[in-house]
Structure formats: C-alpha cells, structure tokens
C-alpha cells in the first residue's frame, strides 16, 4: 500500500497522560500536514511541514502540542496532559510541492483518540 | 473570515435517486475548491478539485460545478448507490495558503 499511513488507527487514554501518533506519507511527498476532526465537523488545520521544517502552526496548536519531522519523512504528533477535549480524530495528509498543479493532499485514515 | 458552509447538513434518499449538495464560502483570495467523500472512521478521499475558471467538472456519477462569481458550488450524485452514503466536504483552498479551509460536511444516507 503506498498510500498515507498512521498509526496507531485507535487510541483510548486516560487523562493527564502523554500520547504520540505516527504518520507515514507518500513516499516522494514533501509536504505533511495534521489536521484534527470532531464528531460532525470537518477537519482543522493544526500544522504543516515542508521537508523538516514546521511551516506553519494553528493556534489550535496548545503548547501541550508538539509535532516533529526529523528526517522529512514521517512525522510524529506529540499531546501531554491530555484532556478529555482532546479527544477527536487526527488526521494527516501529504502532497508534493509543485509549482503549479493543485498541489492534492492525499489523506491518512486517521487515528481516533479517546481521552477518559 | 474565511468561511466554507455546506447545506443541508444531512440528507436521506432512496438508492437510485439523484441528489445535488450545496457548498457556499468566503475565501479569498479563491484557488481552488475540492469535494472530498469521507466514509465513517476513514480519512477523506478526494473526488473533484476546480479552480475558478472551471464551471463544471465531472467523476464518474458524481458532477461539482462552480459559479465563482457568487462563490457556490453543487456536488451532484446521479443514480445513487448504497456506497454513497458517507459525508462529503467542500474545502477551499486559499491562494498562496497552504492550508485548506473545510466545511462541516453533509452526511448522505443512501437508503435500499
């Protein structure tokens, strides 16, 4: 499968605790994006990278929030002292970087996170 | 602000008929717009993209058209199948953003 993949795809912790997803990108793509989605909404923009480096941040983005790409290939989202409103589906894409063209984000399938 | 509202925010019809999703926003300045179908606990996968000199643009039984002018688009789903059911999102992308602005979604529940 050579698409967009995370892990873990489920994730129930209780409060106070630290939690890391993981997001594996298309191969030859060197943008990656997190998103987060609530029940019945669509996904929020939280941060995006170019290769390693962290581009841009939302202002969703808690200092309890931490997202690393070391070597511009997967990427890493980092929550402690996790709340029960964090709980939500995390979303990551990725795309290329082209000059012209729709620059497509191709999405993951997500990992749900439950905070008790 | 900029906005993406969708309408109606959920629907129901019987398999085979034919529907059309309403996609409103606020965004300048306009790049592109996308229709993404999302099925339930999955990631959203893409089914239109249009920039604004594109009115119409086709995918198999699903057809998004785009009045740039008063900032509307449609997503049409002919001959509507069980599969269907799912949420679908319009999201616009900002020029010279890298980040996409999503709306709510409309969740389609395609009845036998």
């Known amino acids: 499968d050579t698409g967009v993949s995370q892990n873990p795809r489920h994730k129930i912790t209780k409060r106070g605790q630290n939690v890391t997803f993981r997001c594996d990108p298309i191969?030859?793509?060197?943008?990656l994006y997190w998103y987060r989605q609530t029940l019945g909404q669509g996904p929020e923009f939280l941060t995006y990278?170019?290769?390693?480096?962290?581009?841009?941040k939302s202002r969703l983005l808690s200092d309890r929030f931490s997202a690393e790409r070391p070597k511009g290939s997967f990427s890493t989202l980092e929550i402690q002292r996790t709340e029960q409103g964090d709980s939500a589906m995390y979303l990551c894409?990725?795309?290329?970087?082209?000059?012209?063209?729709?620059?497509?984000?191709?999405f993951g399938p997500g990992t749900r996170l439950t905070v008790l | 602000k900029n906005q993406v509202e969708q309408s109606p925010q959920s629907l129901i019809i019987l398999e085979g008929k034919n529907c059309t999703l309403q996609?409103?926003?606020?965004?300048?300045?306009?790049?592109?717009l996308r229709w993404y179908k999302q099925d339930t606990g999955r990631g959203p996968v893409s089914l239109t993209i249009?920039?604004?000199?594109?009115n119409t643009k086709s995918n198999g039984r699903y057809t998004a058209t785009l009045d740039a002018d008063t900032k509307q688009s449609s997503l049409h789903i002919t001959a509507s199948q069980l599969s269907d059911s799912a949420s679908y999102i319009c999201?616009?992308?900002?020029?010279?953003?890298?980040?996409?602005?999503f709306g709510a979604g409309t969740r389609l529940a395609v009845h036998p």
């Open positions: 894409a990725s795309s290329q970087s082209l000059d012209a063209g729709y620059n497509e984000q191709f």
């Open positions: 191969s030859e793509h060197n943008r």
């Open positions: 990278f170019q290769n390693e480096a962290q581009l841009e």
């Open positions: 996609c409103n926003y606020t965004v300048s300045p306009f790049s592109n």
């Open positions: 249009m920039t604004f000199s594109e």
């Open positions: 999201v616009v992308r900002a020029g010279g953003y890298n980040k996409l602005i």
